[in-house]
């Protein structure tokens, strides 16, 4: 095998597959990433046997073949490369790489034994821009748990319903709703689509550096299939039923406060200073005098107040939350304003966006 491509190319489609190699596997192979050089390409491959990724990229081969490098490493020194040209070549058990005045020689492992690209064919699929799944991905993945004994609540529920396509998360003590239209020639299929898809493979695929590109999500019996660009990336599906979020959200509200988000925000991040575990963030709405009060008191620290002006309707309400999770809320809110809707101190607390994009951040009381 031999081939040239510049190092900017190939450290991008490094960057890219490196996600997908395993750092925990008895097969060494595992840990390493799969250049197959072909035509007038390179195909890369990773896998942890759970997660698989494969990535195309130009290239000028002079000699086609495959080999097997050690995926960090093999990183580690692309990045650390000139911004020039990069030669590989290899020859037994061995690859070397060069660019400019360096080079470098690496063991490689056998192709033979690097497993083969999941061959996966999507039942259902939709269709949007990339900047759009990138968005709401980013709004309800840091929702998502981290408790693997639920491994429902580590996913987010992707479902369409008619041209609405709703992302849901929740980690049962907060759940974070968006929405957006979608046109109807982004569906493979007429049926409604809905799959649980795991929260750290969407932000992994929302955060790539890809703009005007369409991200196709497919689902099969129980694979993840996600084509963007010249990338495919094929994850397991989580099975199970997702939790009925639908009873949580309220029809009413008893009392609604219109803040300025980033007014709120600084003011919960001071706040927050002297918030604890067992010391929760308070807020109090006066709608007489159109004044929201909030405040954190701390037994061990002091005592912290913060007081907004901004239009509030309805009763007089006190309620408490978990700080971190407020401010987990906010930053997911882009608009200029947000709602706040309580029904009372016992029931959760709604943070609500303003705009025309559906956006739903819901968290649970703590007792005051």
């Not at 907004?308 to 006190?318: A, F, Q, S």
Request: glycine share 4%; with cysteine.
């Amino acid at each position: 095998m031999k081939f040239s491509i510049n190092k900017t190319e190939l450290q991008n489609a490094l960057t890219v597959v490196q996600k997908g190699i395993s750092t925990r596997s008895t097969l060494p192979v595992l840990s390493g990433i799969l250049i197959d050089a072909v035509a007038d390409k390179l195909v890369f491959q990773s896998t942890d046997l759970e997660l698989s990724i494969q990535m195309e990229v130009p290239a000028l081969i002079e000699e086609p073949g495959k080999l097997v490098v050690p995926g960090k490493l093999f990183s580690d020194i692309v990045k650390s490369l000139p911004d020039a040209a990069v030669n590989v070549s290899s020859e037994g058990v061995e690859a070397r790489l060069t660019c400019d005045t360096t080079a470098f020689s690496v063991k490689t492992l056998n192709p033979e034994d690097f497993p083969g690209f999941p061959a996966v064919q999507a039942s259902k699929t939709i269709k949007l821009p990339f900047a759009v799944f990138s968005k709401m991905v980013k709004r309800v993945s840091r929702v998502v748990s981290r408790d693997e004994s639920r491994a429902i609540l580590t996913g987010v529920l992707v479902e369409t319903e008619g041209a609405t396509l709703r992302m849901v998360a929740t980690d049962s003590y907060r759940l974070a709703l968006t929405e957006t239209g979608i046109d109807s020639d982004a569906y493979d299929d007429p049926e409604d689509f809905s799959a649980v898809i795991s929260g750290t493979f969407l932000n992994d695929v929302a955060g790539l550096p890809l703009n005007e590109q369409v991200v196709s999500v497919g689902v099969a019996e129980n694979q993840i299939i996600v084509r963007c660009d010249n990338m495919v990336f094929i994850n397991r599906r989580i099975e199970g039923q997702y939790p009925n979020y639908r009873q949580l959200l309220p029809d009413s509200h008893a009392t609604r406060a219109t803040f300025p988000v980033e007014a709120l925000t600084a003011a919960v991040r001071r706040a927050a200073l002297m918030s604890s575990s067992t010391a929760p963030i308070k807020f109090a709405l006066t709608p007489a005098v159109n004044l929201a009060q909030i405040t954190v008191t701390s037994a061990d620290v002091g005592s912290v107040q913060e007081s907004i002006d901004c239009p509030i309707e309805g009763e007089d309400v006190e309620i408490a939350f978990n700080s971190a999770y407020v401010s987990d809320g906010l930053a997911t809110m882009k608009e200029e304003n947000v709602y706040f809707d309580v029904q009372s101190s016992l029931k959760p607390g709604i943070f609500l966006s303003t705009g025309e994009e559906k956006h739903l951040y819901l968290i649970m009381p703590v007792r005051i």
